[in-house]
């Protein structure tokens, strides 16, 4: 007998849990990841996005229709194609534009009106509470929706607060069950050992990695692994050096984000694993030797798709492991309402 698609699951469980949910009552008071009381006065009718990972979580849910402005994400505009066009632009990550912000919640008379939403990382709530003390009936909800860790909480959150719980069970029920397919597939296999690193720059003195207490660090352990960076912040720039005395049985790199959906050339991903594979000293090293040096499609690895970097990051880590990755990736996808690429590339080596 063939299965359901669990996205079609998915789909079917919020058009029926939607049938019967309560309407939610105002003002509704939650807490959001910077331990801060939030109180929402009246059902959020537009919505501003302070990150990328914030946009794909209301994405997720369903309401990106009610974006009415974002900071500069142009690089995930692929993503968002069908709504990006009629969003404002209220700055970049690094500086926001708190009057364009305050204009987005003005009504047709040019009164501020209730029913906005901003959402932020939690370190920058309370910056931006002070940034828009001077505007009224603005509400801020401080939430990461980039740590597998606290993903699933944030996202149940966002949902009772866009009134999407429904949707919010739905995708926290996906990840459940990608994560157990994971746990099970690995279970009782040794843990490899790994590097990874970050960004497309190769300083050798300098190389951009992940060590205990980043998102990263945590997947790798989710997915098999044990990161062999040992240091005391969360993302340290070592030198080869530390990497070759490491000894890593897997290497991976995960290049910057690209304004596409996977990559068109191979030749593109070919290039970061050969520059790996040619730096001083890296023939001696397992992960060279046994021709395990990969490269990672960065959106994968992070925020709401990061189940999917988990899954394949897993089969990398355990190839006897009985994993779908590329499955995995096309029930995301179809989540967003994407179809996956045929001719793109995610990673590389192919698994």
């Known amino acids: 007998m063939n299965k359901m698609p669990f996205v079609l699951i998915l789909a079917l469980w919020a058009l029926l849990s939607s049938g019967s949910a309560m309407a939610l009552d105002y003002p509704l008071s939650v807490t959001d990841s910077a331990g801060r009381s939030v109180t929402i006065e009246a059902p959020v009718e537009k919505i501003v996005v302070m990150n990328s990972d914030a946009a794909e979580a209301v994405s997720i849910l369903g309401d990106a229709g009610k974006i009415a402005g974002s900071v500069d994400i142009s690089y995930k505009a692929h993503y968002f194609a069908e709504f990006i066009d009629g969003w404002e632009n209220v700055g970049t990550w690094r500086e926001f534009n708190y009057e364009k ?17 901003v959402i932020c990382y939690a370190n920058k709530a309370a910056e931006m509470e002070e940034g828009l003390a001077p505007f009224e009936m603005i509400d801020i909800l401080g939430l990461d929706l980039y740590n597998a860790e606290t993903l699933e909480e944030e996202m149940a959150l966002l949902g009772t607060v866009l009134d999407r719980k429904a949707e919010a069970e739905g995708y926290n029920a996906w990840v459940r069950e990608k994560k157990t397919a ?53 993302n340290p720039k070592v030198e080869w050096e530390t990497v070759l005395a490491a000894m890593p049985q897997v290497m991976i790199k995960v290049p910057a984000a690209i304004n596409r959906l996977g990559w068109s050339e191979a030749s593109d991903m070919e290039a970061f694993v050969q520059e790996m594979r040619s730096r001083p000293g890296a023939s001696y090293i397992p992960a060279v030797e046994d021709e395990r040096v990969y490269v990672i499609f960065r959106d ?52």
């Not at 912000?101 to 003005?106: D, K, N, Y």
């Not at 690193?197 to 300083?203: H, Q």
């Open 101 to 117: 912000i305050a204009q987005l919640a003005r009504g047709d008379g040019g009164e501020m009106a209730p029913g906005m939403l």
């Open 182 to 234: 994971v746990k099970d597939a690995i279970s009782g296999l040794d843990r490899t050992r790994v590097y990874v690193e970050g960004g497309s720059a190769s300083d050798l003195g300098a190389l951009w990695t992940y060590g205990p207490g980043s998102s990263v660090n945590d997947m790798i352990s989710l997915s098999g692994g044990e990161n062999v960076i040992d240091a005391d912040e969360s």
């Open 300 to 351: 994968i690895t992070l925020g709401t798709g990061a189940v999917v970097g988990l899954t394949y990051w897993a089969k990398i880590f355990h190839p006897e492991a009985e994993l779908d990755p590329v499955g995995v990736y096309r029930e995301y996808l179809a989540m967003r309402g994407l179809s996956y690429p045929q001719d793109a590339f995610f990673v590389l080596p192919g698994i």
